[in-house]
């Protein structure tokens, strides 16, 4: 499946009728992007979002915020190509690295910088910088997110000022990938005096000094991110002028400043906006391409006492039964309508190894009791099923951060009431939730993946190897054959060799109802019409920005401001 | 039996006669017996379970109609059905923390006017320091960070920042009692302090104690609302007026019924309870009778 | 005067020292490890938390630790604030002249206005007016603080699009107007916020006013005024208006704990980023640094409130003490 620019406008017929003409104005934006003309630099493009950014250093980032201003701050090695190839590196685009070289035993690959490149605060970009830069996220004492994925990094070194060679364990399809991928280069004169465990803290943390096309220019906690054209990049000036980030306090906040003229994007649509964007003469809805999926996860360990199995989900019965109970078409329509896409299972729609003709558990309620009574989970006379004394009640942690996962939360609660399992809700602010997942305690939990374009990021999920540590398998699942056909899937070289073992793999699993797959992450942003796009790659839409323009004829007041220094 | 008594009796049908002709006593009272009666009788009175997601495909978020008459929620579940069991969670909350903080405050004052001195001094600086924290915060703090507490622990939560009024209330009117010959002669006959308070200063502090818990009901239960909204008080699927009006916050916009009738709803119940507490405030205090609010009751507590 | 001012100030300062307790006692009793919850992870390996517990001091003994804190916080180290990534002082520095700039203005606002009606009601007490008067207060009195303000949002900014919904200043434009502008933004920002808390603390104002007033009718000298042939409604306003507002200012100064719990939903709805605004989202994050802090200086600010109003008016007039 290939993903390319034109993707969104091949979704057309999964809309409804309304909708088709807005998807097909959005994507004659797109189409006429490579027209800008030398006149058509300038303008200001706001972005509202409702959570505020945690960090401006790459390697810590935890939201989407984050991911989407450090991406515009900093620059890797290579950039991944439009179709998200990650084997080899076909398709990967000179960003730093003007060119590369591999070893004869793909053990090693030298990189060449280019000469231009400096940091936003006028020094060179240099080899040691690359060597800094991994040798960093490496530091367990750091605590990157993205390190488990970097074990097969060995080291960096620095053969001159612009020349670095990267050395790997063993030679992989996703080695190039992993490296250029995962890691954004830092600048060592500005964060090397600080001790990587401080580096979360410390306030060096904040300024943002990269070497990509936008610059930071002043970050308002709370309040606003901006970022304006590095006019002297390397690269090229970016056609923007600036780039706010709005940061409203909440959902509703960045939906009014959307619609009031305030911003130009809103990315996370819900269906009651949609009619009022059909007679919208200002704007349009555009699908943004996106790798999230979301599902209830089951706990298979007992969170009261570890190491033993949970008393409820340890059961593949239970599990089936509880898939059964729940409407996900309805829920769907419910919390999204339209705007987001079915959860065929444990991927999103939008990676290339997705199969969504996998056979699915289908909603039916009557069987799911069935199923409960003949494993011995009896209904007692308040309706309340139980097994050997122990009733069949659970709780699902929520991040109260969000708002679609909190209405799937309460529906859920209610489909389960229906077959005799009493649901509390446990809403956690978002680091309780996080330290929850990561502590292991919680009986379901309501999981949001974003998902790397590689299968290795399903090993960190679904592999019994995620289980504890830097994984991210919250719910401690552990499947032999499913470990089998992951590692089968990343280690093959040939494309259609991997999706054959991830097929496998993801039919395993959702046979097994190793979660209740729900739905992927909604993906339709509101975007004023002036705005003419460009590169929308499914795993962020925003990484080409800098080539995002306005026309001259249709700047507002906003774009007029020019590259004024922000006082 | 005695001088006190009697004139506590005249004082009592006095104030009867002041109250049975105090219009607002029986506007006030009528509204508030009828939300009583209707929250109690809402197993009868609601058309649908208050829980129950009817047809989350079709029916989610529906405005206004003659099927439901309040709208549903964003889960599809009537609000009409909701609020009446809501307004069962929310005034036991609020009468049953009352009940609590009215009892603790009055033993409190009670105690730190009758016997005076180092204890006095101690529970009422205790009192003033603890009247000077604003209590949403208090609460936020705890309710926040330990997480779901149950309506229970909600209500003796809620109990433990309503009392500091009362007692002072209670302390002053004790004081007074306390000085009074007869109370003094008492004691001087040697009649143990035990049956003074039970006898004398008890039935002369229950006045105030019952004008300050009316007038507390109003604020506690502005402040279980407040919780609620905030997302720390009552928790899902179960209804009360303050999460209502949270399941439809962040929809501000386009589902202004569940913000706009749960909080009539505590609008009117809080008027109701206020008024009737200045009605029995003025009844009780003859001095006060055309004065509204004075030194004792700006009860601002929440 | 004197021994007055010592007493009322070793009180405040009794307060301040109950309360710094209170906020430490709640926040260190919480289930949940400070480290575990604010840092975001497992992800972080046991020999950097275990840096980190001792950089914070949270190896230490609770009784310590509460020293420790007493004499940093004593010293305006407030600590780091980790969801903001900058010192606690720096974000409260930043959010308490708005909170006051906020809650001044509606002070001063609603003194006016509940002086105002307070008066119209007092001059002719059981009147039609006075009733009708006094149960709009009443209501107004009795509505919850956060409904009140979703409602002017749902009416003023979503309906009929008059004011911006919420924040400081227009988040993108702002740096880039002419002073003008700029004070127009502010304006317009200001505008719901301040109009609600009006309309929150104007009812108060009034009803004690009110109250003030009239007993104040009852004295002799307002009967031997209006015996010198002094008209009721001109004794009211020159004599009893006067006397009046002193006990009001003090019970306001005794009610302002009250009044900040409205200042904090307001600044909640209106995402203005205030005190109370900080310290609510600092609870969620969990970012307890904060929590404390927000926690300690709102209760502070509250008790210098108060404090500053029983003294300006025992100066004022030093038959009014409060003991």
Not at chain 2, 36 to 63: E, K, M, R, T, Y
Request: proline share 5%; aromatic share 8%.
């Amino acid at each position: 499946m290939h993903r390319s620019r034109l993707t969104s406008c091949h979704m057309k017929r999964f809309l409804p009728f309304v909708l088709a003409a807005v998807a097909v104005a959005g994507c004659k934006g797109t189409e006429t992007a490579a027209t800008a003309g030398p006149a058509d630099v300038g303008g200001t493009i706001v972005i509202a979002t409702p959570s505020d950014a945690g960090t401006m250093l790459p390697p810590l980032i935890t939201g989407i915020t984050d991911r989407e201003v450090t991406d515009l701050l900093y620059d890797r090695l290579a950039e991944i190509g439009p179709e998200l190839n990650t084997l080899g590196d076909k398709g990967f685009t000179p960003r730093l690295a003007e060119r590369w070289e591999w070893s004869a035993d793909s053990l090693s690959i030298t990189f060449h910088l280019n000469p231009h490149a400096k940091w936003h605060d006028g020094q060179p970009v240099r080899a040691s910088d690359v060597r800094f830069s991994v040798n960093l996220i490496k530091d367990p004492a750091l605590g990157s997110t993205a390190l488990p994925l970097l074990s097969n990094i060995d080291s960096v070194s620095v053969r001159d000022s612009l020349t670095a060679v990267a050395y790997f364990k063993k030679r992989v399809p996703d080695q190039f990938y992993d490296l250029v991928y995962q890691i954004a280069i830092l600048p060592e004169h500005v964060l090397g005096n600080t001790p990587a465990a401080q580096l979360k803290t410390a306030e060096i943390g904040r300024r943002g000094i990269g070497s990509g096309r936008f610059r930071l220019a002043k970050w308002e906690a709370g309040s606003r991110i901006e970022l304006v054209a590095d006019t002297l990049n390397y690269r090229g000036r970016p056609k923007l002028d600036r780039i706010v980030f709005s940061i409203a306090p909440d959902f509703n906040g960045a939906v009014t400043r959307f619609f009031a003229g305030d911003a130009d994007i809103f990315e996370n649509l819900r269906a009651e906006q949609l009619p009022r964007l059909a007679t919208d003469s200002a704007r349009h809805a555009i699908r943004l391409p996106s790798l999230g999926y979301n599902f209830m996860a089951m706990n298979q360990v007992d969170p009261k006492t570890p190491g033993r199995p949970h008393p409820i989900f340890s059961e593949r019965a239970v599990r089936r039964a509880l898939s059964m109970a729940v409407d996900r078409r309805a829920m769907l329509k419910n919390v999204f309508d339209t705007m987001a896409t079915f959860g065929f299972g444990p991927f999103p729609h939008t990676v290339s190894v997705a199969d969504t003709t996998l056979p699915q558990i289908p909603y039916d309620t009557a069987k799911a009791k069935a199923l409960l009574d003949s494993a011995g989970w009896l209904a007692g006379p308040d309706g309340v099923r139980s097994k050997n004394g122990r009733r069949l009640e659970f709780s699902i942690t929520t991040p109260s951060s969000s708002a679609g996962r909190h209405q799937y939360a309460v529906l859920l609660q209610d489909a389960f009431r229906r077959v005799g399992a009493v649901v509390t809700l446990d809403e956690s602010d978002f680091p309780s939730y996080i330290a929850k997942l990561n502590s292991h305690s919680f009986d379901a939990e309501m999981e949001s993946f974003q998902t790397d374009p590689s299968v290795s990021g399903f090993k960190q999920t679904w592999s019994t190897a995620g289980i504890g540590g830097e994984g991210q398998n919250h719910a401690s699942y552990s499947n032999l054959s499913v470990d089998a056909y992951l590692d089968s899937a990343t280690n093959a070289f040939d494309p259609a060799r991997s999706k054959a073992y991830a097929r496998r793999a993801f039919e395993a699993l959702m046979d097994d109802a190793a979660g209740i797959w729900l739905y992927d992450t909604p993906t339709m942003a509101g975007i004023h019409k002036r705005i003419r796009t460009a590169g929308l790659r499914a795993d962020a839409y925003f990484s080409g920005l800098a080539d995002w323009w306005i026309p001259a004829s249709q700047r507002s007041e906003r774009d007029k401001v020019g590259l004024r220094p922000t006082p | 039996m005695s001088d006190d008594s009697e004139a506590g009796h005249s004082l009592a049908s006095t104030t009867r006669s002041r109250l049975r002709g105090d219009r607002r006593v029986w506007i006030a009272g009528g509204v508030l017996g009828l939300i009583g009666l209707v929250s109690l009788a809402a197993p009868l009175l609601a058309p649908f379970d208050p829980n129950a997601q009817l047809d989350i495909a079709h029916f989610a978020g529906q405005a206004p109609s003659r099927m439901h008459l309040l709208g549903t929620d964003p889960y599809s579940r009537d609000v009409l059905s909701r609020m009446l069991y809501g307004g069962r969670v929310s005034l036991t909350i609020a009468l049953a923390s009352v009940a609590m903080a009215v009892s603790f405050g009055t033993l409190v004052g009670v105690i730190a006017g009758y016997f005076g001195g180092i204890v006095d001094a101690v529970l009422m600086r205790f009192v003033d320091a603890a009247y000077s924290v604003p209590s949403l915060l208090y609460l936020l703090v705890v309710a926040a960070l330990w997480g779901d507490i149950g309506v229970l622990r909600l209500t003796v939560l809620i109990a433990s920042v309503a009392w500091f009024t009362v007692s002072r209330l209670v302390r002053a009117k004790t004081l007074l009692v306390r000085d009074t010959e007869f109370v003094v002669a008492a004691r001087a006959l040697g009649v143990s302090d035990a049956r003074i308070l039970a006898r004398h200063v008890l039935p002369n502090v229950i006045g105030p104690a019952i004008v300050s818990s009316t007038l507390t009901v109003g604020n506690v239960i502005l402040l279980e609302a407040g919780l609620s909204y905030l997302g720390i008080g009552v928790r899902s699927p179960q209804a009360s007026w303050g999460n209502i009006i949270q399941d439809g916050a962040e929809r501000l916009s386009d589902l202004w019924w569940l913000t706009l009738f749960p909080g009539l709803a505590i609008l009117m119940t809080v008027f109701a309870c206020n008024a009737l507490g200045d009605a029995l405030r003025d009844a009780l205090d003859p001095r006060q009778l055309v004065a509204g609010p004075n030194d004792d009751s700006p009860h601002l507590t929440a | 005067m004197r021994r007055y001012l010592a007493f009322r100030i070793l009180q405040a300062l009794g307060v301040v020292a109950f309360v710094t307790t209170l906020s430490f006692v709640v926040v260190h009793l919480a289930p949940g490890d400070p480290i575990s919850t604010t840092l975001q992870g497992s992800n972080v390996t046991e020999q950097t938390r275990q840096h980190w517990r001792v950089e914070y001091g949270l190896d230490r003994p609770i009784p310590e630790q509460y020293l420790r804190w007493l004499r940093l916080t004593a010293r305006g180290d407030l600590g780091f604030s980790f969801s903001q990534r900058r010192p606690v002082r720096d974000v409260l520095a930043d959010a308490m002249p708005r909170t006051l700039a906020l809650t001044g203005l509606a002070l001063v606002l609603s003194f006016a206005l509940g002086i105002i009606v307070g008066l119209l009601q007092a001059e002719r007490v059981n009147s039609p007016r006075d009733r009708w008067l006094g149960r709009v207060l009443l209501l107004m009195y009795s509505v919850p603080d956060f409904w009140l303000a979703l409602m002017m949002l749902l009416f003023f900014s979503y309906r009929l699009r008059l004011f911006p919904p919420g924040g400081l200043h227009d988040a993108v434009m702002y740096d880039y107007m002419s002073a003008t502008g700029k004070v127009i933004d502010a304006i317009k920002h200001l505008v719901l916020p301040v109009l609600t808390l009006t309309l929150l603390y104007t009812a108060s104002i009034a009803r004690i006013q009110r109250a003030e007033l009239v007993s104040l009718t009852h004295s002799d000298w307002m009967r031997t005024a209006v015996a010198k042939g002094l008209g009721w409604t001109s004794a009211v306003r020159r004599h009893a208006l006067r006397n009046a507002l002193l006990p009001t200012i003090t019970l306001l100064g005794v009610n302002l704990p009250a009044l900040a719990v409205g200042a904090i939903f307001v600044e909640r709805v209106f995402s203005w980023p205030g005190m109370g605004f900080v310290t609510v989202g600092a609870v969620g994050a969990r970012d307890y640094p904060l929590v404390m802090a927000g926690v300690v200086v709102t209760s502070i600010l509250v008790v210098c409130g108060a404090l500053v109003a029983d003294v300006a008016v025992s100066i004022a007039d030093p038959r009014i003490r409060i003991r």
